[in-house]
């Protein structure tokens, strides 16, 4: 009993993959909340850290909670998950850029 078809052939996940993707779930969120409140690295290495772990966290969520992964049926999840992914990137890398540039074009005059 590891999927179920229902709803228009939309598999559902079983029980024991709600479960491992809660346990992931609350330790890359734990990680993170950890080396925050211990303080025990450096700053700009907690921040990969912290950024490698909201990466994984996205893909758990992806794969245990919303099933995406790379069958035929799951093909327009998977393309559309891409498109939203590289236009979030153009929009914060762009805004990131046009900051900067402005910030920068701003203090020419000093």
Request: charged content about 5%; hydrophobic content about 55%.
């Amino acid at each position: 009993m590891s999927t179920s078809k229902t709803h228009g052939g939309a598999a559902h996940g079983s029980v024991k993959e709600y479960v491992w993707g809660l346990i992931w779930s609350v330790i890359l969120t734990a990680i993170p909340f950890g080396l925050v409140m211990s303080g025990a690295l450096d700053s700009g290495l907690t921040l990969v850290i912290i950024l490698l772990c909201a990466i994984a966290q996205i893909f758990v969520q992806l794969v245990f909670f919303l099933h995406m992964n790379t069958s035929s049926e799951q093909s327009w999840n998977v393309v559309s998950g891409v498109f939203i992914v590289l236009i979030t990137l153009i929009v914060v890398l762009g805004s990131i850029w046009i900051m900067q540039h402005l910030n920068h074009n701003m203090l020419m005059g000093h």
